[in-house]
């Protein structure tokens, strides 16, 4: 399978803990964004990846999210002290340079923070 | 603040008929709009896309249209299927002005019902 992969697929943890995902682009594509979609909602968008640089990043990402893409190939976000408003979908996508508006995503994580 | 909206939550459509989302930017800055549908359990699907410099798209049985001055794009899909029962989420992005961001700012989404 060649798409974007998402580490787990769900995640219960409990309030106060941390918790890290994993996001495995499509192998040759630079560029890398996650995006959180909560019930109701769109995407949104939380940070973007060129290579390994981190480029960007929305004000939705508290100081408690961190997120990393080491070599420029996988990327982990990184929530600690996880709180319930954090209970949401993760969503990484991808795109290549010469298809840069066509994201692809990957199928989410699902946090639910008791 | 909704830079994109999509005001319809649901719409349902008999098999066969024309199924038509709207959707509506507030963002002049927006030069690059796209269509994804998603399935439950699974992460949006790029369907189809069009530039600012187009008012029309198409691909297949799906056409978007691209109103500027109104701000508004709307997504025909001629005939429709229940497959294509999901919902569908308009996008947007600033190409010219991101830099080398190309994010995406989402609509709500249109849960679209086609019945057989």
């Known amino acids: 399978d060649t798409g974007v992969s998402q580490d787990p697929r769900h995640k219960i943890t409990k309030r106060g803990q941390n918790v890290t995902f994993r996001c495995d682009p499509i192998?040759?594509?630079?560029?890398l964004y996650w995006y959180r979609q909560t019930l109701g909602q769109g995407p949104e968008f939380l940070t973007y990846?060129?290579?390994?640089?981190?480029?960007?990043k929305s004000r939705l990402l508290s100081d408690r999210f961190s997120a990393e893409r080491p070599k420029g190939s996988f990327s982990t976000l990184e929530i600690q002290r996880t709180e319930q408003g954090d209970s949401a979908m993760y969503l990484c996508?991808?795109?290549?340079?010469?298809?840069?508006?066509?994201?692809?995503f990957g199928p989410g994580t699902r946090l639910t923070v008791l | 603040d909704q830079q994109v909206k999509q005001n319809s939550p649901s719409l349902s459509v008999q098999e066969g008929r024309i199924s038509i989302l709207n959707c509506d930017y507030t963002?002049?800055?927006?030069?690059?709009f796209l269509w994804y549908k998603k399935y439950p359990a699974e992460g949006p699907t790029f369907l189809i896309s069009?530039?600012?410099?187009?008012d029309k798209n198409e691909d297949g049985r799906f056409t978007v249209f691209l109103n500027k001055s109104a701000k508004h794009l709307s997504l025909h899909i001629v005939p429709s299927q229940p497959g294509d029962s999901a919902v569908y989420f308009c996008?947007?992005?600033?190409?010219?002005?991101?830099?080398?961001?190309?994010?995406?700012?989402f609509g709500k989404g249109t849960l679209l019902t086609v019945n057989p």
């Open positions: 963002n002049s800055m927006f030069d690059y």
């Open positions: 192998s040759e594509h630079n560029r």
């Open positions: 996508a991808s795109s290549s340079d010469w298809a840069r508006d066509e994201q692809f």
């Open positions: 990846f060129q290579n390994e640089a981190q480029l960007e």
């Open positions: 069009i530039s600012s410099i187009k």
């Open positions: 996008a947007a992005s600033a190409r010219a002005s991101g830099g080398s961001n190309y994010k995406l700012t």
